[in-house]
């Protein structure tokens, strides 16, 4: 039952609603501040990427599991599933040449938005980002045509690790 594969520990579960959506685990938790902690900065990262730096990021939530045996908080991280094939990754495989330099040329494009919203935000608020073709998806891809549209959609798949720093502390 893997996921997006390769990337990292995603799981999907394959019954009902819930084989719509993907599992990330992330690193385990101490305690519920921690989380809470967590929970804050993740959900000001996503916020901040899309609504203020216009980068489509794939839908998500968080949800807890408390072991109580070993006092630890588990964090799973739910998005929507999406068709392995949209992954850059795999889709680099289904596509001719020239095609693929159109997805790189589109994912160049959305991280400048990055590059563009850091220097404006020096010292107050700037994000990082895992860039690499396999953090993003193409959205309504068509694996048969073995084309892109002319205007590519993509959405950032990899939000698990919030790369921020606030007031100049990361």
Known sequence: MIGYGEISTVLEIDTGRKSELAYK???LFRTELEVEHYEAIYKDYIQTMSDRIGIQVVSSDITRIIDGDHNRVVIYIVQ???????????????????????LVLAILTELSKLFDFNPQNKGDLELGIDGQISNWAIVNFNPETGRLDEKISLVYIDTSTPLMCRDGKE
């Open 25 to 27: 685990r992330v690193p």
């Open 80 to 102: 929507e599933k999406l068709p392995k094939e949209s992954l850059g990754h795999k889709a680099i495989h289904l596509l001719p040449e020239h095609e693929i330099n159109k």
